[in-house]
Nanobody, 125 residues
């Protein structure tokens, strides 16, 4: 069983930055692809960013490219999402998840098996 705990969310003004963390326990997730998703008010959950197990490949949603950066520290069993130049449309609950693929980053939620509880990010304009 894997437990994922997100942290780092909060209220920030447009143009500001936040760094989300996802701490994993219960299993060494260093061999797993990891992803970040988000779900805004009245919207479906959407892919944000992902990183394969050794960090050698990442993928981003078009809406966050050049603004968000995903990284991982396998020694700490933690994945990060650095979010810069935040916009009001980035307001959402952000979730991390463990992926079931090895060599690429899936963008579909059904290819992720364990999920955290989420952390709220609110961007005020």
């Amino acid at each position: 069983q894997v437990q994922l705990v997100e942290s780092g969310g909060g209220l920030v003004q447009a143009g500001g930055s936040l760094r989300l963390s996802c701490a994993a326990s219960g299993r060494n997730v260093s061999s797993s692809t990891m992803g970040w998703f988000r779900q805004g008010p009245g919207k479906e959950r959407e892919f944000v960013a992902g990183i394969i197990r050794n960090g050698g490949k990442t993928d981003y949603a078009d809406s966050v490219k050049a603004r968000f950066t995903i990284s991982r520290d396998n020694a700490k069993n933690t994945v990060y999402l650095q979010m810069n130049s935040l916009k009001s449309e980035d307001t959402a609950v952000y979730y991390c998840a463990t992926g079931t693929t090895l060599f690429y980053v899936p963008q579909k939620a059904n290819l992720y098996d364990y999920w955290g509880q989420g952390t709220q990010v609110t961007v005020s304009s």
